[in-house]
């Protein structure tokens, strides 16, 4: 361990949080976890989950390496039995004694003098006060899921004071808010999608308005093969062209282009008759190949049906303005509303940071700059998780908080700062020209999920425990992160090697005077 960094502070009791905390609290660091809110779980939180919301990802890949859901689960867990499985994953391993809840974080300030680190100020919103704490190492861990973003619309005062309510997604928590009203839905990512069908037989009417429709993915392609066998596969994502090609994906993605395009040719039409997107007018512009992001999403039950049956209205428009009695769309139509409901996402932000930080970390356009999504070389004594969203992120947060354990032990032989800011801006410079973007502006890891988690891997020099058939059914298999045990628990015992090795140095030092 290195000895001058003992005390980190996390901000954020999130998925990332927990695991960050559990990882650095294994490795015998003093641990404190700052949440601003009333409870833990980040996105899962009660106060920030919406009417029948569940998990993107079967219950088996949602995970973390050694803690398994209830079998007792659903295929697809509910936010409820989400925020009970990280409560339990937190006492199980001693980390809600370690949570400050209701705990702001409003700066970070480096310190200056021998000793590295950071002053931490904090607001805590029970007692109305603000302290300021020193730690030697700071782990951000809010999310990129954490400021709701909301358009600006003129003429919302006057829908407010007739009555009218807007709301962002996160703050439908009950379903009376909508019972037997007119309700407009604004979006076409998850929550969007998800809250309209929802809502649908509860309200007297609903509408959905949209700037472009988004290929959405069935939980079960014809009803019978799960997702997790088309996109949580090694398989699966060979067949996008990674930045550095190589084996059989090199030959997929130059001699083999017609097959790649034959595999999502039809791929994209088994989509097309299972949704009935061309009945329903919601064939989208660009074709599945080239829309598979970390905004990618599986579709609600009943969303397509609820759309060809007119149940739920749809119209690719937006709000130009609020009135008294609802909107007035762009395309000059009046549409009646009692509830306005924005499904329009997040913006991320480290508001809290010192501004000659924020300046290397965030560009003009809000794009995060990171290497490997963890840290940024020019900034000492701060590393993030669940800046990597991917479609495991809990398995990329779990695996780049052992990474960035192994950098704050400084067992990772990483290359110069000029040669990480290199690497980590041409990565950013080939996800933005070659790739579509998607999932905030922080880094999105999606369709290369594995390949990131593999690159984490290699950094920290932890080779792949199978071969041969193993590997083929690797390949081949949905992800399953219990698999990754091997790479912490062989960490664990580099560690407690160089421990017995040193006693054993410190002893014959002793024994030769």
Partial sequence: MNTKIQNICIIGAGISGLVAAKTFMEDGYEVTVLEKQKGLGGVWESSRTYVGLTTQNPRDTYAFTDYPMP??????????????????????????????????????????????????????????????????FVLVCNGIFNIPKMP?????????????????????????????????????????????????????????????????MPKYLLGLVSIKYVLLTRFAEAWFPYRHLQGIEWGLHTIGKPLVWAFWKINEILVRLQFGLDSCGMLPDKPLYESVNCSSAVAPT??????????????????ARFNSEGVELKNGEQLHADVVIFGTGFRQDVPFLEDKYRQMLIDDQGYFHLYRNLIHPNIPQLGFVGYNSSFFSQLTS???????AEYVKGNLPLPSNPEMIQEMEAEFNWRQTKWPPGGGNGGCTSPFN????????????????????????????????????????????????????????????????
């Fill in 71 to 136: 079998a007792s689960y659903p295929e697809w867990p509910t936010a409820e039995q989400m925020r009970n499985y990280l409560k339990s994953y937190a006492q199980n391993f001693g980390i809600i004694e370690k949570i400050k809840f209701q705990t702001e974080v409003i700066q970070l300030e480096k310190k200056t003098g021998v000793q590295p680190g950071w002053i931490v100020s904090i607001k805590s919103n029970t007692q109305n006060t603000e302290n300021n704490y020193e730690f030697d």
């Fill in 398 to 404: 779990e695996i780049g908080s052992w990474w960035l």
């Fill in 302 to 319: 009943n969303f397509y049906k609820y759309l060809a049956s007119g149940q739920l209205k749809a119209q690719k428009t937006a709000i």
């Fill in 152 to 216: 600006l619309l003129p003429g919302q005062e006057e829908f407010i004071a007739s009555g009218g309510q807007v709301l962002h997604s996160t703050e439908l928590n009950d379903i009376s808010l909508v019972k037997d009203k007119r309700i407009i839905v604004v979006g076409f990512g998850r929550s969007a999608t998800d809250i309209a069908t929802h809502i649908v037989p509860q309200a007297q009417e609903c509408t959905l308005l949209f700037r472009k429709s988004l290929w959405k």
């Fill in 450 to 513: 594995f390949h990131h988690l593999e690159q984490l891997i290699q950094d920290m020099r932890v080779k792949s425990h199978t071969s041969g058939w193993e590997r083929i059914a690797e390949v081949m298999m949905p992800v399953n992160p219990s698999t990754y045990q091997y790479i912490r628990k062989e960490l664990l015992g580099k560690r407690l090697s160089s421990a017995n090795n040193s006693e054993i140095a410190e002893s014959s030092e002793v024994e030769v005077g």
